[in-house]
């Protein structure tokens, strides 16, 4: 409703968007408590919106008479003006504010936060939670990025091909950074927040069901993240504990959002672009295949060194060294790890403990003990305080 109200308005008035949103759902608390929810609730909120909508256009309840004016002359808009609320605008108009976000002017954590804010539905606590700081700087974030579209007057408009062109990186970079963000999550001591990434792969299938931006890089993403949701329940235990991939339950895998997977991996692989979300992809296939074949970990090893040649990044750099040991051992894969120079990063000593197992347990320990004091999330200490036990020593 955000979305399709602020295409009505424009990103000048998304308060007035947010207002008339806010005070349709709050007519719900009240009237539902009285009366019980109504056998549609999703018409009724879009009924109420509608009309609340039409109020505020002749009234100007929220805005003033000369906003409601220069909205009016501006932009056509009467009393009369219909809310269209129709599945194909509501998904047009989600479509078109990720891009509006997307603006150059907007810095990347803004943008991430405000696609969590308006497109998502999420507070600014949840927001704050996810991302481990405070209410008060997510507050100022989003406020300095609806202030940038403002000043840059960005339409919410259906994105043109040139558009798509310029900010189709963007938009790609704040989904993946959403569903990381949920996937690898330790706010709320929760290492796995399905919710983040659910709403990042319902946004990134906006992109490849539509018929403009529906680009190789998009299904690669979306392929991406429907191997790794295709692993979610058996990533943790009934604890809520992290479940390493060795041991994961195979049985547990989604073998539809596998299938899936490889169908988006398949369409992407068909244009001229390799980008890193392809490559990724890639690598996450393989880890849906259950057996160790012979060629498993060759080709991802293969993979990530054609990732780390296009995108390097310190956590891509740490997960080839333990496929390097898969495939030329744990000796040689520790020397590769010491070219890393990682030295405030805990993946990176458990990864070095991880290696040392089995061949020197004294200085596997060591760097167990290290990662221990480099971490605050439970989960992550309950799996270093695993591999302490595994040793024989008490974590």
């Not at 002359?73 to 009393?79: A, F, K, M, T, V």
């Not at 946004?203 to 529906?214: I, Y």
């Amino acid at each position: 409703m955000v979305a399709v109200l602020c295409s009505l308005f424009g990103l000048q008035h998304i308060e007035t968007a947010e207002d008339i949103v806010s005070d349709t759902f709050l007519s719900a608390a009240e009237l539902w408590g009285l009366k019980g929810v109504p056998g549609n609730p999703v018409a009724w909120l879009y009924t109420v919106a509608k009309n609340k909508t039409k109020n505020h256009l002749k009234r100007g309840t929220i805005f003033d008479q000369k906003v409601s004016r220069e909205l009016q002359s501006n932009q056509g808009l009467s009393e009369e003006t219909e809310l269209d609320l129709s599945d194909k605008n509501i998904n047009d108009s989600q479509l078109a504010m990720m891009f509006a976000i997307c603006h150059p002017a907007v810095n990347t954590e803004a943008q991430v936060a405000l696609s969590l804010n308006l497109l998502c539905g999420f507070g600014i606590q949840e927001i704050a939670d996810a991302f481990l700081t405070n209410k008060e700087v997510i507050y100022k974030r989003i406020q300095r990025a609806k202030e940038k579209l403002r000043q840059e007057n960005a339409p919410v408009a259906y994105p043109t091909v040139k558009e798509i062109r310029e900010r189709m990186d963007a938009v790609l970079s704040t989904l993946y950074l959403l569903f990381n963000e949920g996937y690898y999550s330790f706010s709320q001591n929760s290492v796995l927040r399905k919710e983040l990434c659910w709403e990042a792969m319902r946004l990134c299938h906006f992109l490849v069901t539509n018929e403009v931006a529906n680009t190789s890089s998009a299904n690669a993403l979306l392929s991406l993240m429907c191997f790794h949701a295709s692993r979610f329940e058996a990533r943790l235990n009934e604890q809520g504990e992290l479940i390493l991939y060795k041991d994961q339950d195979t049985d547990l895998w989604d073998q539809a959002l596998i299938d899936r997977g490889r169908f988006y991996l398949k369409t992407a692989f068909t244009g001229k672009e390799i980008s890193k979300y392809h490559l990724e992809a890639a690598i996450a296939s393989w880890h849906t295949i259950k057996e160790d074949v012979p060629q498993k970990w060759n080709t991802v090893l293969q993979l990530y060194d054609q990732l780390l040649l296009i995108d390097y990044s310190p956590m891509a750099a740490l997960n080839r060294v333990y496929v390097y040991s898969k495939v030329h051992g744990k000796k040689q894969a520790i020397r590769e790890a010491g070219s890393l120079k990682v030295t405030q990063n805990h993946f990176y000593f458990t990864l070095l403990g991880k290696l040392y197992e089995g061949v020197d347990n004294e200085m596997a320990l060591a760097q167990f003990h290290k990662a221990l004091t480099l971490t605050t999330a439970d989960a992550e200490k309950q799996v270093i305080r695993a591999h302490i036990a595994s040793l024989g020593f008490k974590g």
